[in-house]
Structure formats: C-alpha cells, structure tokens
C-alpha cells in the first residue's frame, strides 16, 4: 500500500510539477529542478516513475500469489513495511541531495 501511495506522489509530482512533502524537501526539490534543468529533471522524474512502478507490480503479484498459510511467520508483520518504506524514502532523498 505503501508503494502505491508513493507511485502516486510521483505521478502527481511528474504531472503538475508541484509535490506533497514538507517545506524542506519541497525546497530541496526546487533546488534539484532548477540546478539539473527542466529536461533532466523531467528525465529523472520518468525514471524515478517506471521504478516505483514496476516494483509496487511486483509486490502486489507476489502478495497475491504468496500462500500465506503455508509459510511460517514469526516476525511482527505490521512494522516492516513500514520501516521499509521509510528506509528506501530516506536513501533516495540522501542519494538526490548527493547528486546536488
């Protein structure tokens, strides 16, 4: 669910050119847009796109073709999408603002 709601800000972001976050990274993404260039930032935006897409495709296949009465899960469940959302959040913010 949550790589959907990421694939949507980013089609939402590539659509308008405006984007949901905070004033910060909303700043951040302005600096990018200007230093990089209308058509490179546009580039970059496609491509973050079709990633995010493929990989929410992915991961809803593999949810609903998973037999999860078979496998055994010992872990608490709820917390890691959570924590792995936030994670590949993170490291792409970390990777844009590198590439400043």
Known sequence: MVLWIIT???????????TIDT???RLVKAFDR???G????KRKTVTE????SVV?????????VTDFDYA????????????????GFNVGEIL?????
Not at 56 to 64: L, M
Not at 96 to 100: H, K, N, P, T, V
């Open 38 to 41: 209308e058509r490179r930032w």
């Open 34 to 36: 200007d230093h990089m």
């Open 49 to 52: 796109f079709v990633i995010i």
């Open 8 to 18: 949507a800000s980013t089609l939402y972001t590539l659509k308008t050119g405006k």
């Open 72 to 87: 055994r899960l010992d872990f608490p469940v709820s917390a890691f999408p959570f924590i792995g959302g936030w994670v």
């Open 96 to 100: 844009r603002m590198s590439g400043l």
């Open 56 to 64: 929410s495709i992915i991961f809803t296949v593999f949810i609903f």
């Open 23 to 25: 004033k910060t990274s």
